[in-house]
């Protein structure tokens, strides 16, 4: 991302816009953890600044761009997940490395869980933009998965009719599917040390081998 932020008109905004900006930000992301995307409107993201409403518009065409600003910012986030992909796992190591990673992957959730699920409702509805933020995001770690999954097939760990790509944005889409309904799925009996005691399995038997 360029360190250059810039206002609805393309101007490049100082420190103190910037901090503006923020705090338009942190609002928007509150409001969506208390009452999700449906009900969240400006007035109610200027409100809660003490700010006005052509203050956001500055900066933001609508909420849905303040939303996608975010959703951009939780791609930097996502980041760091890829170091727990390189150096490749090991039957040695698998065990501790997949624990970490999907540790790593549960905390970003948590961390971005309402900015990830409205992403991710809008990618589905066919929103373009979100849409590229959401390949974006998961691309990172698709493309670590993959290499891992291709190893593991030419040494022959792993079974030749396994597609690296393929089986890496499955395991991507599995891990966002179940971090997005894991109230859903406590409520059913899931624990949530059973659920990343599931992922840490599912990954290292699909990405190593047995």
Do not use: C
């Amino acid at each position: 991302m360029s360190n250059k932020v810039r206002s609805v008109d393309g101007r490049v905004i100082g420190s103190r816009a910037q901090a503006t900006r923020r705090r338009l930000l942190d609002a928007t992301e509150k409001l969506l953890k208390e009452q999700g995307v449906f009900d969240l409107r400006v007035v109610d993201i200027t409100r809660e600044v003490g700010t006005s409403a052509a203050t956001f518009y500055q900066y933001f065409n609508d909420a849905d761009a303040a939303i996608l600003a975010l959703a951009e910012e939780a791609v930097e986030a996502e980041r760091p997940l890829v170091d727990h992909l390189h150096p490749a796992w090991t039957p040695a190591d698998v065990a501790t490395r997949a624990q970490a990673f999907v540790d790593a992957y549960m905390a970003y959730w948590d961390a971005h869980a309402a900015v990830l699920r409205i992403r991710n409702v809008k990618a589905e509805e066919g929103d373009r933009n979100f849409r590229a933020v959401r390949s974006q995001a998961n691309l990172l770690v698709i493309d670590g998965i993959q290499a891992m999954i291709a190893d593991g097939v030419a040494t022959g760990r792993l079974p030749r009719t396994l597609d690296p790509f393929t089986a890496g944005a499955a395991l991507v889409a599995m891990i966002e599917r179940l971090l997005g309904f894991q109230n859903e799925m406590t409520k059913r009996g899931s624990s949530r040390d059973s659920i990343r005691d599931t992922l840490v399995t599912l990954l290292s038997r699909t990405m190593v081998g047995n």
